[in-house]
């Protein structure tokens, strides 16, 4: 069984302020996938990383995989409140995709 | 439109009854999941296919839930005899598989079970 242990679960906080949320596992994942799930909606594809060490950004959204391709981290710097949502973490193991349980942030005006 | 799309969007039943959603996924994708996400929690998979056959089948895909992808294109989820437990949103998501990973979520099928 493939775990994904995503950190915090809630995070509530100003804008303004920086923030990271955690991807871990005990498996090696062939890629790993973020998402941005906003209530009522799908998940939204956000960036994929591949390569072991790998860092991605998108505006203000920094994605890193680690070098064992065993964990992750998004780093949002300066959030706003258009940030708030759920995100996910998916691990692709090259069967089938596992889910993290998903960090819900709230950015404050 | 070439994205994932689900249907109905909102789907509300009496307990005892059966439904079937639908999912058409983007048309080269060769790979097609479904997952079930209760309110506040991440997806939980439920099955996937690898064109028309079905691979892999989670524990909380009880008897009463089916899922078929008879072509290899749409596929469809059916759960028997719903009940309350069953209300969730059931995500479908459709992917190239073997190098290019990238999943597509439809926007979801919400079932309310009263």
């Known amino acids: 069984t493939q775990l994904l242990e995503q950190s915090p679960q809630f995070l509530s906080i100003q804008e303004g302020e920086n923030l990271t949320v955690y991807c871990n596992s005990s498996?090696?994942?062939?890629?790993l996938q973020w998402y941005r799930q906003e209530p009522g909606e799908g998940p939204v594809l956000l960036v994929t990383?591949?390569?072991?060490?790998e860092v991605k950004k998108l505006k203000r959204l920094t994605f890193q995989f680690g070098d064992a391709r065993k964990d992750s981290s998004l780093h949002i710097t300066a959030a706003q409140p258009g940030d708030t949502g759920l995100y996910l973490c998916v691990g692709d193991a090259g069967n089938m995709l596992t889910f993290g349980g998903g960090t819900r942030l709230m950015v404050k005006p | 439109d070439t994205g994932v799309s689900q249907d109905p969007r909102h789907k509300i039943t009496k307990r005892g009854q059966n439904v079937t959603f639908r999912c058409d996924p983007i048309s080269e994708h060769n790979r097609l999941y479904w997952y079930r996400q209760t309110l506040g929690q991440g997806p939980e998979f439920l099955t996937y296919f690898q064109n028309e056959a079905q691979l892999e089948k989670s524990r909380l895909l009880s008897d009463r839930f089916s899922a078929e992808r008879p072509k290899g294109s749409f596929s469809t989820l059916e759960i028997q005899r719903t009940e309350q437990g069953d209300s969730a949103m059931y995500l479908c998501?459709?992917?190239?598989?073997?190098?290019?990973?990238?999943?597509?979520f439809g926007q979801g099928t919400r079932l309310t079970v009263v």
């Open positions: 990383v591949v390569t072991g060490g």
């Open positions: 998501a459709s992917s190239f598989g073997g190098a290019r990973t990238e999943a597509f």
């Open positions: 498996s090696v994942f062939s890629s």
